[in-house]
């Protein structure tokens, strides 16, 4: 009852951030002078059209029953972006590249402050609570998640977000064969989530501590059932 009932709060979330996150993509690479997600019919919140019934469903459900629900990957259909339509090469691939991880900021931000206007609605009228801590719940996994797929995306392993910032910062010779080294990237991901943990959460590490300050900046504001059920 406790794993239904967490699916039923974390799935929506989750999916409403992930989908977030590639529309930036998609509208960014708008702003950079590619059309091509808007002509694929892809800068759209209908979440049919982001789902990939591999990466988004049948993968995330296959590692997680193989590693007794330890371990799960997976995400929505990237948005198709061409990057030789930018109008700078360079400049457009960053932008689209890093606005995934800056709109789940904002969502994170957001979630915040949702928490504090629900905790001052419960304050001021008691009868509410039935509704907020559900409230409450489903925005403290919005901090959470969208922290987390901040770090997770930032990642310089290919095809993550970061790989297409960290290209940039090397040397040309070396950046050719990092960008080579992209075909084995999801493998190395797998290997990283498996066997990688040290080094995944000192990674993470920063998402840890973001989530400590964004719900300690809101702390007396959170009704404690919803705090409740994290503990």
Same mark, same amino acid.
């Not at 702003?31 to 982001?50: E, F, I, V, Y």
């Not at 498996?194 to 990674?203: E, P, T």
């Given at each position: 009852?406790?794993?239904?009932?967490?699916?039923?709060?974390?799935?929506?979330?989750?999916?409403?951030?992930?989908?977030?996150?590639?529309?930036?993509?998609? *509208?960014?690479? $708008?702003?950079? =002078? /590619?059309?091509?997600?808007?002509?694929? !019919?892809?800068? %759209?919140?209908?979440? &049919?059209?982001?789902?990939?019934?591999?990466?988004?469903?049948?993968?995330?459900?296959?590692?997680?029953?193989?590693?007794?629900?330890?371990?799960?990957?997976?995400?929505?259909?990237?948005?198709?972006?061409?990057?030789?339509? *930018?109008?700078? $090469?360079?400049? =457009? /691939?960053?932008?689209?590249?890093?606005? !995934?991880?800056? %709109?789940?900021?904002? &969502?994170?931000?957001?979630?915040?402050?949702?928490?504090?206007?629900?905790?001052?609605?419960?304050?001021?009228?008691?009868?509410?609570?039935?509704?907020?801590?559900?409230?409450?719940?489903?925005?403290?996994?919005?901090?959470?998640?969208?922290?987390?797929?901040?770090?997770?995306?930032?990642?310089?392993?290919?095809?993550?977000?970061?790989?297409?910032?960290?290209?940039?910062?090397?040397?040309?010779?070396?950046?050719?064969?990092?960008?080579?080294?992209?075909?084995?990237?999801?493998?190395?991901?797998?290997?990283?989530?498996?066997?990688?943990?040290?080094?995944?959460?000192?990674?993470?590490?920063?998402?840890?501590?973001?989530?400590?300050?964004?719900?300690?900046?809101?702390?007396?504001?959170?009704?404690?059932?919803?705090?409740?059920?994290?503990?």
């Amino acid at each position: 009852m406790d794993t239904l009932q967490n699916v039923l709060f974390v799935a929506p979330v989750l999916l409403f951030s992930v989908i977030a996150h590639e529309y930036a993509h998609g *509208y960014a690479a $708008l702003r950079q =002078g /590619d059309s091509t997600a808007l002509a694929m !019919g892809r800068l %759209t919140w209908n979440p &049919l059209k982001h789902i990939d019934p591999w990466l988004t469903i049948v993968m995330p459900l296959v590692m997680g029953y193989s590693s007794n629900w330890r371990v799960m990957l997976g995400g929505a259909k990237p948005v198709p972006v061409n990057p030789a339509n *930018y109008r700078n $090469l360079k400049r =457009g /691939d960053i932008i689209v590249s890093l606005a !995934g991880v800056a %709109t789940n900021l904002v &969502l994170a931000l957001i979630a915040t402050l949702l928490l504090a206007l629900f905790g001052l609605l419960y304050k001021i009228a008691p009868a509410s609570g039935g509704v907020v801590w559900i409230v409450q719940v489903a925005m403290i996994y919005g901090v959470l998640i969208n922290l987390s797929l901040i770090l997770f995306n930032l990642i310089p392993i290919p095809p993550l977000d970061g790989s297409h910032v960290m290209k940039y910062l090397l040397p040309k010779p070396l950046a050719e064969r990092y960008v080579q080294f992209g075909q084995f990237g999801f493998l190395l991901l797998i290997l990283l989530l498996f066997y990688g943990r040290g080094i995944l959460d000192a990674w993470m590490r920063p998402a840890t501590i973001g989530v400590a300050i964004l719900l300690g900046s809101v702390d007396g504001l959170l009704m404690p059932r919803a705090l409740a059920w994290f503990r």
